[in-house]
C-alpha cells in the first residue's frame, strides 16, 4: 500500500469521525451516594442544554436517589473514597459521613445547584428519561407508589439496552 493511499485513508477516517455527533446519552446510576447522583445529574443535565437526549437508568443502591422516602438523605461515601483523601478508617467514625455530606451540600448551594428532589423534577421536565432497574426494584421489594412520580417506569436491563441501539448512543456507568 503506498504511502498516499495511508494516507487518504487516514484522512478519510477522521473525515468520518467528525461528522459522528452524539445524540444520546445513558446514564447507569449503581450507586446511592449523594456524589454519584449529583454526577449523573450534572452530566444529563448538560446532554439537555446541548440538545443531546439524556436518559438515567437507576440500579441496586442507586435506586435510593429515586425513592421518595430517601432521596434528600443520600450521603457522601466516607469509607473507602480516595477522592476525599482521609484513612478510611477516619471515614468510618461517627459524625464523619454527616460532616461531610453538610459540607458537600453547602458547596452544592454555593453552587446554586437543586436539592435531589427538585434535580430530578429539572430533569424530567427538561425532556430527561428516568428510568428503575425492574430486577432491583424487585430485589428491594420496592412498590411503584414509592418511587418518585417523575418516573418515565420501570425497564428491565433488556428494555433499557434496546434504548441504546441507535447509532450516536453512548452509555456511561456512574
Known sequence: MSETSVKEKSETK????????????LFILSKGTIENAYAAFVMANGARMEGIES??????FGLEAIQKKKLEHLRVATVGNPALHMPTMLGGLPGV????????KKEMEKLDMPPIGE????LSD??????????AIDMFHLEREDLIDELDGILTIGDFYGRANEEG??????
Do not use: D, N, Q, R
Not at 459521613?97 to 458537600?104: D, F, G, H, S, V
Open 55 to 60: 436518559e438515567i437508568f437507576f440500579t441496586f
Open 119 to 122: 434535580f430530578l423534577e429539572i
Open 97 to 104: 459521613e454527616a460532616l461531610a455530606t453538610k459540607m458537600m
Open 126 to 135: 427538561s425532556g430527561c428519561k428516568l428510568w428503575g432497574c425492574k430486577l
Open 169 to 174: 448512543t453512548h452509555l456511561l456507568f456512574i
Open 14 to 25: 477522521v473525515k468520518e469521525m467528525s461528522k459522528t455527533k452524539v445524540k444520546k446519552m
